[in-house]
């Protein structure tokens, strides 16, 4: 609304309660320094700016706005909010008067204000009331869905709240309703979303649609386990933060990849429900889902009951987990079309083993379409012959047990920053060396709460002392480093993969000098192969990669060549210890040619949730000389 626009309101208003009214609330709301109350903070979505001079709204549409100045002058906003109040319902039925428009702010200004009925009379909302029965809110629960790495837009999770009906609780919670906010990115992905993502490129918007197609997105397409925490609101903070979303919609913000995304903006709703919380202002550089997660549940005293919902690959994989080899093998030949569902090897089965069988193949061949590698038209005719032989076995009660929840939920695994101390020797040199991170897990991290073999870490960065040169160094800065290690058997047949890029150290001959230095390269290193489980919690994994080496310490400036690496991960059952032995070597072809070779072994003790001791030993050899590294480091994640 423009100045002249907004003018003319207050002096409509002004003449309706012949001029003294509007003024006795707006004198009054100074008094109270109203403006400045978090309440009305949370409201208009007041942060901080870089580019303003004291806070300013996240919103970006106009219409959100009363005042010329109100996303920036808390004050003029608010008495443009009380006029607008006075103003008469408007003749045109598709817009509603501003006490509708913008009923949070009308009920609590109401509220603080105790406005005189006689002299500012309420105006009914009739949509907002159809609206807010047929949500019929009576608890909410802040959902998240795990990290995804294979989905750039998922690699850190997703966090959503779903609106939880007293009728439906506990039977029936899938035709509920979902609040989400996320980018509008149209049909960008990989590289575009994220670069786009990280300028603020995308507007942002809050949402809400039925919860059963969240979870057919995240558990059944993209198979992320999903955790749901009943959060402990007041059934009156449940209504002001339905009222304030009422008023968010159509109204876009900036969609920021690393802080203002989707867990940020989630919880600065539930700061209007309860503006005591301020949880947004934990975060100014960056939000991780996990983080906002133990944010709400945590730290602000939210914490509910925990719910495990696993997706349908964690179902089929447990399901595969409790048959025979045997009964495997049948399911696996039923399912690709090999044996048919009413064969004589399958009726010789045990009743239960039977269904048992079936359930898997059926399944199997459901997710199969559900990944895109196989079609509905070539599969329809075999899925509905496995459900009608599946519907003829007489098997009481559910085929396979629920799926036992992992040991430790998400909010209780280590934070996501992480500062590690650590002293050592590397080529008959002693040092001292000081590592942080700002996100979020590597695979020698403790494993509770996060998803098994992923490795997920941005700007890792090492700073080396050496005592016996008085010689500080930047060992490393990491810009990313991504590791997928999903386990590859009969039934699923994921490639594992790993890409990481940024400043390395590598020690290079100089002329003149008989031994090596270390010298700063950048390196890009990509590779893919298989990961393969074994007993007592192992995973042996091989793969085949290409390594390339930019810097003015090597020939030509450069070096690249392929190479291959064998390693194994072992760990005990409840995750106090894990280690890593491993062997690689690169063959550099091009430019600085060398063979290079590294095998080692290292190891995570676990001392408290967000503590840690590591040993690493590891064995090198390049451009014809060999030297060993030996390194202690205590962790701390926060």
Not at 7 to 20: H, I, M, N, Y
Not at 450 to 465: D, N
Not at 495 to 517: E, I
């Amino acid at each position: 609304m423009g100045l002249v626009a907004f003018c003319c309101l207050a002096e409509a208003a002004l003449a309706a309660v012949d001029g003294g009214y509007l003024t006795e609330l707006i004198e009054r709301s100074r008094e109270l320094r109203l403006a400045d109350a978090p309440q009305w903070r949370r409201l208009l979505h007041y942060h901080e700016s870089w580019f303003h001079f004291g806070a300013a709204s996240g919103a970006d549409t106009k219409t959100f706005f009363l005042a010329p100045t109100g996303r920036t002058d808390a004050q003029a906003e608010l008495e443009a909010t009380l006029a607008s109040f006075f103003a008469e319902a408007p003749a045109d039925t598709n817009r509603e008067p501003a006490q509708c428009a913008f009923i949070a702010r009308y009920h609590w200004l109401a509220r603080e204000l105790a406005f005189d009925a006689t002299r500012l009379p309420p105006q009914p909302c009739p949509r907002f009331r159809a609206w807010y029965a047929e949500l019929d809110p009576s608890g909410v629960t802040f959902v998240f869905p795990e990290a995804f790495l294979n989905n750039p837009s998922s690699m850190f999770g997703h966090t959503l709240l779903r609106l939880d009906t007293a009728a439906l609780e506990g039977r029936h919670d899938l035709i509920s309703w979902a609040i989400n906010f996320a980018g509008s990115t149209g049909n960008d992905g990989g590289a575009a979303y994220v670069v786009k993502g990280l300028v603020g490129f995308y507007p942002g918007y809050y949402s809400i649609g039925p919860y059963y197609e969240k979870v057919k997105e995240y558990g059944d397409w993209e198979s992320r386990d999903i955790w749901e925490y009943r959060l402990d609101l007041t059934r009156a903070e449940i209504e002001l933060m339905l009222k304030h979303l009422w008023e968010l919609q159509g109204i876009s913000f900036d969609y920021y990849y690393f802080d203002e995304n989707c867990s940020w903006q989630l919880l600065g709703l539930l700061e209007v429900a309860r503006p005591a919380l301020h949880m947004t202002d934990r975060f100014p550089l960056w939000v991780i889902p996990a983080d906002s997660l133990r944010a709400a549940v945590e730290e602000a005293g939210l914490l509910g009951e925990a719910v495990y919902r696993p997706s349908a690959t964690t179902q089929l994989r447990d399901a595969v987990g409790r048959l025979s080899p045997q009964e495997r093998g049948l399911a696996l030949r039923v399912s690709n079309g090999e044996l048919a569902p009413g064969a004589d090897e399958i009726a010789a089965l045990a009743p239960r083993s039977r269904a048992a069988v079936l359930t898997v193949a059926y399944d199997q061949l459901r997710r199969e379409l559900l990944a895109g590698e196989v079609t509905r038209e070539a599969t329809a005719a075999r899925a509905r012959a496995i459900l009608i032989e599946r519907s003829r076995v007489d098997v009481q009660g559910s085929t396979f047990p629920p799926v036992a929840a992992p040991r430790v939920p998400p909010h209780e695994g280590h934070a996501s920053a992480r500062v590690a101390l650590a002293s050592g020797w590397e080529d008959h040199r002693a040092f001292v060396e000081l590592r942080a991170r700002p996100s979020l897990h590597d695979l020698l991290d403790p494993q509770g709460g996060y998803p098994r073999g992923a490795e997920v870490q941005f700007l890792e960065t090492a700073l080396r002392w050496y005592p016996q040169d008085d010689q500080v160094r930047l060992h490393e800065l990491v810009a990313l480093d991504l590791q997928s290690l999903t386990t590859w058997d009969r039934f699923f047949r994921p490639l594992a993969w790993r890409f990481d890029t940024g400043l390395r150290t590598r020690l290079v001959p100089k002329t003149g000098h008989p031994g090596l230095d270390p010298e700063g390269v950048y390196r890009t290193h990509a590779g893919a192969g298989l990961a393969l489980a074994l007993p007592l919690h192992a995973t042996l994994y091989g793969f085949a990669d290409a390594t390339l080496d930019a810097g003015p310490s090597l020939a030509h400036d450069v070096a690249f060549g392929p190479g291959g690496a064998l390693g194994l991960w072992i760990g005990s059952d409840a995750d106090r210890w894990r280690a890593h032995v491993f062997a690689q070597a690169t063959r550099f072809a091009l430019g600085d040619t060398t063979t290079a070779v590294r095998a080692g072994a290292e190891q995570r003790l676990t001392l408290g949730r967000n503590t840690a001791l590591e040993l690493e030993t590891v064995f090198e050899r390049d451009f014809g000389r060999s030297w060993a590294r030996v390194g202690l480091s205590w962790n701390w994640y926060f």
